[in-house]
T-cell receptor, first 114, second 115 residues
Framework: KAGVTQTPRYLIKTRGQQVTLSCSPI?????VSWYQQTPGQGLQFLFE???????NKGNFPGRFSGRQFSNSRSEMNVSTLELGDSALYLC?????????????FGPGTRLTVT | AQTVTQSQPEMSVQEAETVTLSCTYD???????LFWYKQPPSRQMILVIR??????QNATENRFSVNFQKAAKSFSLKISDSQLGDTAMYFC????????????FGKGTTLSVSS
């Protein structure tokens, strides 16, 4: 079974631009969560989508948004990029109805904002 | 709000030795899950072991085992017979039973295994 994939793997953007990151979950998984990883703040939960609905949201500004499609693929969008948005963005998929919520992570997208 | 604390930023161990990584958490919840994740230099986050709070028995996965002390809110990871491939950042994580799949992570412990 293929793992979680994220595209692109690396991205360089300029302050003020917007960016869209993509995450394809493991086949059959219906939940996708997004995390931001920075040296200073560590790993922080952004939001979770389940069956195309945002089920939970972390403490991030409205510039961070996401969506999920009917095939469970998810995208996250960051508008008006700031230097502090430079981070590794990880997505994780799970099949919550199967019991303890084991999440399987993708390789991440490294975003650099200049 | 729930918090997870890992008090050891860095640890080092020789091959074949045993090492214990510490984790404490704070919550008022009674039902929750605890996890240890490993992040090697490749940055791929890998689930090492999980523990359901309602289970008294400590979880074990091959060379990895936990010491779960619910009253003390402590969740340490023991790695036996350490291998070079265990070199990684280890994160302790907490998840409530009601907040979907949102994981709250500690700051991590960098483990170096040398020969």
């Amino acid at each position: 079974k293929a793992g979680v994939t994220q595209t692109p793997r690396y991205l360089i953007k300029t302050r003020g631009q917007q960016v869209t990151l993509s995450c394809s979950p493991i086949s059959g998984h219906r939940s996708v969560s997004w995390y931001q990883q920075t040296p200073g703040q560590g790993l922080q939960f952004l939001f979770e989508y389940f069956s195309e609905t945002q089920r939970n949201k972390g403490n991030f500004p409205g510039r961070f948004s996401g969506r999920q499609f009917s095939n469970s693929r998810s995208e996250m969008n960051v508008s008006t990029l700031e230097l502090g948005d430079s981070a590794l963005y990880l997505c994780a998929s799970s099949f919550p109805l199967a019991g303890p919520y084991e999440q399987y992570f993708g390789p991440g997208t490294r975003l650099t904002v200049t | 709000a729930q918090t997870v604390t890992q008090s050891q930023p860095e640890m080092s161990v020789q091959e074949a030795e045993t090492v214990t990584l510490s984790c404490t958490y704070d919550t008022s919840e009674n039902n929750y899950y605890l996890f240890w994740y490993k992040q090697p230099p490749s940055r791929q986050m890998i689930l090492v072991i999980r523990q359901e709070a309602y289970k008294q028995q400590n979880a074990t996965e091959n060379r990895f085992s936990v010491n779960f002390q619910k009253a003390a809110k402590s969740f340490s990871l023991k790695i036996s017979d350490s291998q070079l491939g265990d070199t990684a950042m280890y994160f302790c994580a907490f998840m409530t039973s009601w907040a979907g799949t949102a994981l709250i992570f500690g700051k991590g412990t960098t483990l170096s295994v040398s020969s």
